[in-house]
């Protein structure tokens, strides 16, 4: 699978479908302007490059009427726009300057004539799991108030980032293109997972495929052996351990994240060697009954939250237990269902020493799902030490939803 050279979205259709659709939410809320915080990790929340097409992590000023002007973090960003327009690359920002959010973005909103008005916060509230009160510090929020003395500054980050989440046709194309390239990084690991590898080897391989199609690659959580209750990247990552080598009977598991035009896809998978224990297989049939309820439901009109706790039952009339969320919404991360659910039961060693560890702090706010919105269905199921993860990227279209893995949603073997 090659990088498809077709594929361009920055044209002035899909210009115009973020651009018309962000100004009637401008209308509905009556706000004269966003001032958008840039995101840290646009795989998670980054309405600035959702509006320019451009560089990740800048801030923007996005007026109702007129052209929005974006707030660089250095000259770099400025250079890369201009040569990229030399060399006949469609752009949609011209006003780019740099300096700090805190002084930029009043000055450019009374520039605008908008420093009376009603100013929507991108980046104050709720973000996402990761970004649960926003990632505008506080001194800068502060600052920026002080700055606009007469607008009323409104956060809006949880009501706009469920208006990106709705993505055009060309954008599902893209995450389609994503998600097979989760399927690409499982068919190259496992064609170098053999007892006596190492870790390093598989995960290199799963890499590589995903940079080879194009993809923006960050990390991959990743694990092995069948007795492993852990997730998350692997420690030789963050602590420089030695690598563990797969033995004859093994389970390699990952989530994978490839980002494509800055849409972004969990794709959960394992796969085995040699002998499988029963409890494994176990875990595996509960965690796939668990994807046939998603997929099953996940349509647009259907409550998100209604979808995640029909998920979560097949572990729990098993008695099992899980601990990833069975379904994450993304594009951007909004948030998933449960994490953690039951293991202070089945891990008692775990819940002696660490009394304070549970399923942590659920999704706060329910909402419709409406087309052109994407999602991972990932369901986990372990019982004990003994765990599957299996999932696959969808999105939600007229009459039900649209699958875009084939590989991951199953339990692999390599024979």
């Known amino acids: 699978m090659d990088i498809p050279s077709a594929f361009n979205t920055a044209t002035d259709q899909e210009q115009e479908y973020r651009w018309s659709r962000t100004r009637a939410f401008m209308d509905e809320h009556g706000l004269d302007a966003l001032l958008i915080f840039g995101s840290d990790r646009s795989d998670r929340y980054d309405a600035g490059q959702y509006l320019t097409y451009d560089r990740r992590y800048q801030h923007l000023v996005f007026p109702r009427e007129g052209e929005p002007t974006m707030i660089a973090f250095a000259a770099q960003v400025a250079t890369q726009n201009m040569v990229a327009g030399e060399r006949g690359q469609t752009s949609w920002i011209n006003d780019i300057r740099t300096g700090a959010v805190t002084s930029l973005g009043p000055e450019i909103l009374r520039e605008k004539g908008l420093d009376k008005g009603r100013i929507g916060v991108i980046g104050a509230g709720w973000g996402g799991p990761f970004f649960r009160y926003g990632w505008v510090p506080k001194d800068a929020w502060e600052a920026v108030c002080e700055a606009l003395p007469d607008a009323t500054v409104v956060p809006v980050t949880q009501e706009y980032g469920l208006l990106m989440a709705q993505r055009s046709p060309a954008d599902l194309r893209h995450l389609r293109h994503a ?51 852990s997730w998350g990247e692997p420690t030789w990552l963050i ?132 087309e052109g919105m994407t999602f991972s269905l990932q369901p986990d199921c372990r019982f004990g030490r003994h765990w599957s993860l299996i999932g696959g990227v969808v999105a939600a279209v007229e009459g039900g939803l649209e699958e875009y893995n084939e590989l991951s949603p199953q339990m692999n073997s390599v024979s």
């Open 179 to 229: 998600a097979e390239a989760g399927d690409a990084a499982i068919r190259a690991m496992m064609d170098v997972a053999r007892p006596g590898v190492t870790e390093t080897e598989i995960y290199a391989a799963g890499y590589a495929a995903q940079l080879k199609l194009g993809m923006r690659v960050t990390w991959m959580l990743f694990q092995t052996g069948f007795e492993n209750p």
């Open 239 to 370: 602590r420089g351990h030695r690598p563990r080598v797969l033995e004859a009977d093994d389970i390699v598991g990952a989530e994978i994240f490839p980002n494509f035009a800055e849409l972004n896809t969990h794709v959960n998978m394992c796969f085995t060697l040699g002998e499988v224990p029963d409890q494994t297989r176990r875990c595996h049939d509960i965690a796939r009954e668990s994807y046939e309820i998603g997929r099953s439901l996940l349509r647009p009109g259907a409550s998100f939250r209604d979808v995640y706790e029909a998920m979560e039952q097949p572990t729990r009339k098993a008695g099992a237990w899980h601990l990833t969320p069975q379904i994450a919404a993304l594009n951007p991360l909004l948030g998933g269902g449960p994490s953690a659910d039951g293991i202070r039961d089945q891990l008692p060693d775990m819940a002696v020493r660490y009394p304070h560890v549970d399923g942590g702090e659920r999704m706060p706010f329910d909402y419709e799902i409406k």
